[in-house]
């Protein structure tokens, strides 16, 4: 597993897993605050004050979209963690990157990555900046 920070314009980048925001996680995205990065070697970067996302090394998000896209949107720098496998999910990936969707739930959208892709560009959605006119 890789720590890093991704830009606004690398969060327009990122690969979705689904071509819908949930508006009720956007809404609790506009109480956050920032804060310096917790990542040993970006300690004084500010970014969002939200668990780290979790991306594949080709920019899909296993867990995060939402917060890529309020990133994306608002101008804000994000921390996020870079997976390699199943078992650098299961074993190596912070449990606060998992959030509501669980361990489970990542290594389903692991397994499944190309059905989500294929899904989210038969509706025009191929990168996060696609996803901005929903917020």
């Known amino acids: 597993m890789k720590k890093m920070i991704l830009t606004p314009s690398d969060c327009g980048l990122l690969i979705p897993q689904w ?3 949930k508006q009720e996680k956007i809404a609790r995205l506009y109480s956050m605050s920032t804060r310096n990065s917790r ?3 970006f300690k004084g970067t500010t970014v969002m004050d939200v668990p780290p ?3 594949l090394e080709d920019g899909f998000i296993l867990n995060g979209k939402h917060r890529a896209a309020f990133a994306l949107r608002y101008s804000y720098n994000l921390e996020a963690c870079e997976t390699f496998d ?3 999910i299961r074993y190596n990936t912070p449990h606060r990157t ?3 969707t669980g361990v489970e739930g990542v290594l389903e959208a ?3 990555k190309f059905t989500y892709i294929s899904y989210c560009n ?3 959605v191929h990168c996060v900046r696609d996803l901005l006119s929903q917020i």
């Open 110 to 112: 692991y397994s499944n």
């Open 53 to 55: 996302i979790l991306i």
């Open 39 to 41: 990542f040993p070697s």
């Open 122 to 124: 038969n509706r025009r």
């Open 98 to 100: 998992y959030g509501e």
């Open 86 to 88: 199943e078992n650098d």
């Open 19 to 21: 071509p819908v925001l």
